[in-house]
């Protein structure tokens, strides 16, 4: 059984397989199968793994450390917080929440803002990330996002959200050569016997990157 997560801050691999197995177990008793509970938080039932691949977004020097996004990275980035807003807009007017719309409508105004290409051409990278950090700060008010969240700032955020199109960039190549996205996928499939059967839990990035990793 292979666990494969999305983005994120940097993980510990082990905090992070027992956190995972733990809700499996969890979802299994709650769905009537108590008695697998201790077979997967013990591993029993299967050879359990945590893919852990945050590290390599992470690594000292590389492109998006520090919070510094190169100015390629914003196009993807901007629409990506553009969709959010979008779905985050049409939950809350179907819910009928008045306040939370007021709030993304605010949000989605400076996401605006900083995809006009005006904003670059005048002001700079640093005038786009500024008002990308301050609509990410306004949706962080959102009930759901500010209890959920582990940033103070939209600012933090940033960065996170670039991993998206950082592995799809198919860039940033090592030493011998290989983009991000191909170190990603390698560590994924490290360890994995082929002829054994597989199940596979994603989330996020972390399905992207496991229905690419399987499909090689």
Do not use: C
Request: glycine share 10%; charged share 20%; aromatic share 6%.
């Amino acid at each position: 059984m292979l666990f494969i997560h999305g983005i994120g801050s940097a993980r510990t691999t082990d905090v992070e397989l027992r956190e995972w197995s733990t809700s499996l177990a969890n979802g299994a008793r709650a769905a009537g199968h108590a008695d697998l509970v201790s077979g997967l938080t013990k591993s029993w039932a299967a050879e359990t793994r945590f893919a852990n691949y945050s590290d390599l977004f992470y690594t000292a020097g590389a492109q998006g450390a520090g919070g510094d996004l190169a100015e390629e990275d914003w196009p993807l980035l901007l629409s990506l917080l553009d969709e959010m807003a979008q779905e985050l807009e049409h939950q809350a007017e179907l819910a009928g929440d008045l306040r939370s719309t007021r709030v993304i409508t605010s949000a989605r105004a400076q996401i605006r803002a900083a995809i006009d290409p005006d904003t670059a051409q005048a002001q700079g990278v640093f005038a786009v990330a500024r008002r990308a950090g301050n609509a990410l700060t306004t949706l962080l008010q959102l009930p759901g996002l500010r209890q959920a969240a582990q940033w103070a700032s939209g600012v933090q955020l940033l960065p996170v959200l670039s991993q998206v199109g950082r592995y799809l960039a198919r860039k940033e190549p090592d030493g011998t050569g290989l983009g991000l996205d191909a170190r990603i996928r390698e560590r994924v499939l490290s360890g994995l016997d082929p002829s054994r059967p597989l199940i596979v839990v994603s989330h996020s990035l972390g399905t992207v990157v496991a229905y690419e990793a399987l499909h090689s």
